[in-house]
């Protein structure tokens, strides 16, 4: 079987740092904040090059909480696109905004601000970066369109730790970034966990105070918050990932462009992933398109391959948002939505397993 997810073989890569991390954590009994927090914080913020990072419950939370952070009048429209999980529109409304769902382009299937700019009103106040599968957002033209016409952005970096636009690590472009430690995505926890991410330093002491009670010390609140911290062992247990990370990256890198080079004579059946020349993918997802999808993926099911769909449901049209009646500001999304495969990408797949994921793509296709 050729897993498109192994948590096991990882864990076993990295058994005796994790195993100590972890006990070192619980014999300090230093279960909330504490160092391992704020030296997970420190390391992640210098590893993205950025000013200030908080840890807290999970990437949905750091996504609501850095909207919270930015008080935006209420019922504020938030542009976001339509090809992405659900938290990335979750956090609209669970902060008292409005969703507004724009479309995504065809290549790089990341938001196309054509269709933003469609959707602008006098209401409008932010726009969700949702760095899809870990390809990096056209971010110069964003905080461009972001000027001129005052807008917020939020970058949502929790499928895109580690990726960069000309060496410039993502989640240091917009006013505040959301990442998610997810089991699953390039750097993850071993339970939930996220963190915020921003060089403003009244953003960065709000939201740690939203995510800690509304208090900078013990007792003293200054605000009403909420609870979502990151718990200090799963710092800890990042702390070690984080540095593999890079390895991880460049293996998945190396991977894609061993897919690309087999497909690319097949580029009539299969779009390949698509990066703007400069940036460099974080590849969390290698995902393609066809019309033949469906079949594609039974025909790999049977050859012992697993694969994901990354969105079967475009956001609009699921059943949480068709009260919006949104359908018709997203038609490429909702059409690439029948269309999209991720094949198996990872350090846990060996040379023999991706020349054996490219084969019997290959396969399916000369049949
Ligand atoms: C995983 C994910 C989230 C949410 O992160 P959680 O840690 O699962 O809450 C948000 N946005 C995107 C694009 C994601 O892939």
């Not at 090809?83 to 299937?109: C, K, P, W």
Request: charged share 25%; hydrophobic share 35%.
């Amino acid at each position: 079987m050729i897993k498109f997810l192994d948590l096991h073989h990882q864990y076993l890569s990295i058994k005796d740092e994790i195993d100590n991390a972890i006990r070192s954590n619980i014999e300090s009994s230093s279960f909330i904040g504490g160092d391992s927090l704020r030296n997970f914080e420190t390391e992640f913020a210098q590893y993205l090059q950025a000013n200030y990072c908080i840890g807290v419950g999970n990437g949905t939370d750091a996504l609501e909480i850095s909207i919270e952070a930015l008080n935006l009048p209420p019922q504020s429209e938030i542009l976001v696109p339509a090809n992405s999980f659900i938290a990335s529109a979750e956090a609209i409304t669970r902060t008292g905004n409005n969703v507004v769902f724009i479309d995504v382009d065809q290549n790089t299937r990341n938001l196309n601000l054509e269709s933003a700019k469609n959707k602008l009103t006098k209401y409008t106040r932010a726009l969700i970066a949702v760095h899809l599968y870990g390809n990096p957002c056209d971010m110069k033209e964003i905080m461009l369109f972001a000027k001129n016409n005052n807008l917020k952005i939020i970058e949502d970096c929790a499928q895109a730790h580690g990726g960069k636009i000309e060496n410039k690590s993502l989640g240091s472009f917009g006013d505040i970034a959301a990442f998610s430690f997810y089991p699953g995505k390039n750097l993850g926890a071993y339970g939930d966990g996220g963190a915020i991410v921003t060089n403003d330093k009244e953003l960065a002491k709000k939201a740690r105070m939203i995510s800690n009670h509304g208090r900078i010390e013990k007792y003293n609140h200054l605000m009403e918050g909420r609870n979502s911290r990151l718990d200090s062992i799963q710092a800890k247990i990042l702390s070690v990932k984080l540095k593999y990370l890079d390895s991880w990256i460049k293996r998945r890198n190396e991977i894609a462009s061993y897919y690309n080079s087999r497909f690319i004579e097949f580029t009539k059946s299969i779009k390949l992933p698509i990066t703007i020349s400069g940036n460099y993918h974080a590849y969390h997802l290698y995902v393609i398109q066809t019309n033949e999808r469906d079949s594609l993926r039974e025909y790999l099911t049977k050859s012992n391959i697993q694969t994901g769909i990354h969105y079967p449901i475009s956001l609009p049209k699921l059943d949480a948002y068709k009260y919006l009646k949104q359908e018709d500001n997203a038609p490429i999304s909702i059409n690439m939505s029948n269309k999209l495969i991720s094949l198996p990408i990872g350090e846990h797949l060996t040379n023999k397993e991706i020349e054996e994921v490219a084969d019997k793509v290959i396969e399916f296709f000369k049949n």
